[in-house]
């Protein structure tokens, strides 16, 4: 079982900080990579270490705006045209253009939406989104449980997608704007950037 393997399955047993040591393990061995820092995004996510989770997953997207960036810069033509077929109304969110392309990569947004919102403090003001977040535990702790808890909120993974698309991407969308070192996409020291 690889190291990677090991990590998960502590995960799904609940043994979270024995998941983070095999993940660092990772590093110190390989390095880090966009996958590797949302599992540990992940990991926190599920220890309920919601600011760790955050800082994370935002280190994850700003190395893959890094990637994004250094293929346009190469001329790599799948990140050119994607780039370009996008309307300039999108483009002019961003701080940088290379950050429009995050309009594809939902599943991201979504991890950080999360992570934002599914803190006790907010989901006590917003108990609406209880069952998503609980949903959302489920199906990333990947305990063979998610099921369950659609049911028990007669809920559709369809519908709960919707739901997510109007009520949490857009606050990550919107700490991604703001919180993203867009002047510094250049430099992938990630964990100096957003762990400090």
């Known amino acids: 079982m690889s190291t990677f393997e090991l990590a998960v399955q502590a995960q799904r047993e609940r043994k979270f900080d024995l998941a983070i040591d095999y993940y660092q393990q990772i590093i110190n061995e390989k390095g880090i990579s966009v996958n590797l820092l949302q599992s540990i995004a992940q990991a926190f996510y599920l220890k309920k270490q919601h600011d760790?989770?955050?800082?994370?997953?935002?280190?994850?997207?700003?190395?893959?705006?890094?990637?994004?960036?250094?293929?346009?810069?190469?001329?790599?033509?799948?990140?050119?045209?994607?780039?370009?077929?996008?309307?300039?109304t999108i483009v002019n969110q961003f701080p940088h253009p290379i950050g429009a392309l995050l309009i594809?990569?939902?599943?991201?947004?979504?991890?950080?939406?999360?992570?934002?919102?599914?803190?006790?403090?907010?989901?006590?003001?917003?108990?609406?989104?209880?069952p998503y977040a609980e949903i959302y535990y489920a199906q990333i702790i990947d305990d063979y449980t998610v099921n369950g808890v659609l049911q028990q909120y007669s809920l559709t993974e369809k519908a709960v997608l919707e739901f997510e698309v109007e009520h949490y991407l857009g606050h990550g969308y919107q700490l991604l704007l703001n919180q993203i070192k867009w002047d510094q996409l250049d430099n992938t020291d990630v964990m100096n950037l957003y762990m400090n």
């Open 52 to 88: 760790l989770a955050v800082n994370f997953n935002l280190a994850a997207v700003h190395l893959s705006l890094h990637t994004f960036l250094e293929n346009y810069k190469q001329g790599d033509p799948a990140a050119v045209n994607a780039l370009q077929s996008l309307p300039e």
């Open 104 to 130: 594809h990569e939902k599943n991201i947004i979504r991890h950080v939406s999360h992570a934002l919102l599914d803190q006790e403090v907010i989901l006590e003001k917003a108990p609406n989104l209880r």
